[in-house]
């Protein structure tokens, strides 16, 4: 995730289209949700199967339990 925090991030920072920018833990229960504020990154994480992602942009709105659905650690 070293990359994806560091390298990557600050890549698609840079693109003025991308809106928003999650990072998807493979080894925990684990999201975080970048989402560009105008000139600004509003960051959250989320470490519950029981929280709910609401992005902006684009407009989502999904558990984590969805994303973890079938995923054993």
């Known amino acids: 995730m ?7 991030l600050h890549e698609y920072a840079s693109i003025q289209s991308v809106q928003t920018y999650l990072v998807i833990s493979q080894k925990e229960v684990l999201v975080e949700v970048y989402q560009r504020q105008g000139s600004k990154w509003e960051f959250s994480f989320y470490s519950s199967l029981n929280d709910v992602i609401t992005i902006t942009q684009p407009a989502l709105t999904i558990r984590l339990a969805v994303i ?4 054993s650690f």
Not at 68 to 71: E, F, L, M
């Open 2 to 8: 070293e990359t994806d925090h560091h390298v990557k």
């Open 68 to 71: 973890y659905h079938k995923v």
